[in-house]
């Protein structure tokens, strides 16, 4: 009897015969061949993971639409990353965090941004000034120059949207 | 109950979680809550779901919670959450966009090296090492500890960024004085051997061997630790002394922790340099009572060795990176 493959055959195919053209397209995206490599290898992962393959007219054109998830996902954790420890650098004696402490604030960051990105940034902030400073609303009114009933109306909504996405 | 009245049902919750967060809630709104989630199953039911999902929601966020006087994490954090999405908006509406909601990340983010951190020396996470200074005086530095070194004419200074040393100090013809410092303050050995740690928001000396001098950061408080003590020096330059002896402080340098009055955040703050990822632990279960000698060298033993004997559960994520703790 055959071994049976690791993989489905189908992602076996799509590594084979497509791996080099995602390597170069995204090595295009990134202007960087190492980070090209890694999402290449993230993008094949995600194929793993998700559902079997549909049938494809066009699997070049899946391929990219696939990348390109990974691909946002990468500058949005380096936006995240970067934005972090700048504000960090702007104040005096802080500890900086070593790599592995910004590894899982990275995670962290992620994890609670795809959670908050569909909401406006007004939304965002008054439930974060409540989460990470502890800050009463009528402190995040004035802080924010908006009224009381105003920031109750931004955590409502706010908790509505995490309701929403805890749901199956 | 119908759907329309499970909609106003879940309404109602998240209008009673925003009162519950509003940092004002009086005692009879506290009480009305009650009475509200005890009137009806599906109230208490509602109430659960909603809270729960919140709380789901802002979990990762518990790290980065501002702490006293300490909220650089909590800006930061805000900081980073506020940033417009600026590629996402730029394809918004394409096919893609809000597509991989659930979209995890299965490998380690490749991390450039941080430029903060060109200390004249240090050590990684679980590393000890031995330093030789040029006067002869020898740093023993903790895991995770840099310092910047300067040896001159007229003094020996030893800036400890992160972390923690013992410092052997060879005797100087020139006696030039020796002085270890850190954001909170100066020791100024009167002997030959102590040991300093800085933290956060604060900095713990331990005289070993002969007295140390303490002069906090503000340049009006002093004090004299006498060998065998130690003291703490924090940011508002105030200087305590510690109940432990000052042996047990420096019982790292054998790989060990020696707590005799300590707690679990103690604990796990002194495993933290010596593991690579990450230990999460909730504030019931840091309060907790701990007395003992733990080995650092092995976190996977220590943490096994307190699941074993405190009312906790320890949970390891992704291979033990992520190690959270909590009440049993």
């Not at chain 1, 079997?52 to 954790?77: I, Q």
Request: net charge positive; aromatic share 4%; glycine share 6%.
């Amino acid at each position: 009897m055959p071994a049976r493959p690791l993989t489905p055959p189908s992602i076996a195919v799509l590594y084979t015969d497509h791996h080099g053209w995602l390597l170069g397209w995204l090595r295009r995206k990134l202007g960087d061949t190492a980070h090209a490599q890694d999402l290449t290898h993230d993008t094949f992962v995600q194929l793993l993971a998700a559902p079997p393959l549909p049938a494809l007219d066009n699997p070049r054109a899946y391929l990219a639409t696939v990348a390109k998830r990974t691909l946002f996902a990468f500058w949005r954790r380096r936006d995240l990353e970067q934005a972090y420890l700048d504000v960090l650098a702007a104040q005096p004696r802080v500890h900086q965090p070593t790599e592995e402490e910004r590894y899982a604030i990275v995670q962290a960051l992620e994890a609670v941004d795809r959670v908050l990105r569909s909401l406006p940034a007004t939304t965002r902030q008054v439930l974060l000034l409540n989460q990470l400073h502890g800050l009463p609303y009528r402190e995040i009114g004035d802080k924010l120059g908006i009224a009381e009933i105003t920031v109750r109306r931004h955590m409502a909504r706010a908790i509505g949207a995490c309701c929403a996405l805890a749901e199956p | 109950m119908t759907a329309a009245t499970a909609h106003a049902v879940r309404q109602q919750a998240i209008a009673w979680l925003v009162e519950a967060r509003s940092g004002a809630m009086t005692d009879a709104q506290r009480q009305a809550l009650a009475r509200w989630r005890a009137a009806h199953p599906a109230h208490e039911a509602a109430w659960a779901q909603v809270s729960g999902a919140l709380d789901r929601a802002l979990q990762p966020l518990e790290p980065f919670a501002a702490q006293g006087g300490s909220h650089a994490a909590a800006d930061a954090a805000l900081g980073a959450l506020l940033q417009p999405d600026r590629r996402r908006r730029r394809i918004a509406g394409g096919t893609l966009a809000v597509a991989g909601a659930a979209f995890t990340c299965l490998l380690a983010h490749r991390i450039t090296p941080l430029p903060g951190l060109l200390a004249d020396a240090h050590t990684a996470t679980a590393e000890r090492r031995t330093v030789a200074l040029a006067d002869g005086s020898r740093l023993l530095l903790d895991a995770r500890t840099a310092v910047d070194i300067a040896i001159g004419p007229g003094s020996r200074r030893v800036h400890l960024r992160q972390g923690a040393l013992i410092a052997e100090v060879a005797p100087d013809a020139a006696t030039r004085p020796f002085a270890v410092h850190t954001r909170h303050g100066e020791a100024h050995a009167l002997g030959t051997r102590c040991m300093v740690r800085v933290q956060d928001e604060r900095t713990q000396v331990a005289a070993l061997a002969q007295a140390v001098a303490l002069h906090a950061s503000d340049g009006l408080r002093k004090a004299v630790v006498a060998e065998g003590q130690g003291a703490w020096i924090d940011a508002h330059g105030t200087i305590t002394p510690t109940p432990t002896p000052a042996a047990d402080l420096a019982a790292w340098q054998r790989g060990m922790l020696a707590l005799q009055d300590g707690t679990l955040a103690d604990v796990v703050e002194a495993l933290r340099p010596y593991r690579r990822g990450f230990i999460r632990v909730s504030p019931a279960a840091a309060r907790l009572p701990v007395l003992g000698v733990f080995p650092l060298d092995d976190t996977d033993h220590t943490l096994q060795a307190l699941a074993d004997t405190l009312p906790i559960t320890v949970r390891r994520y992704q291979g033990g990176w992520m190690v959270a703790i909590d009440l049993a």
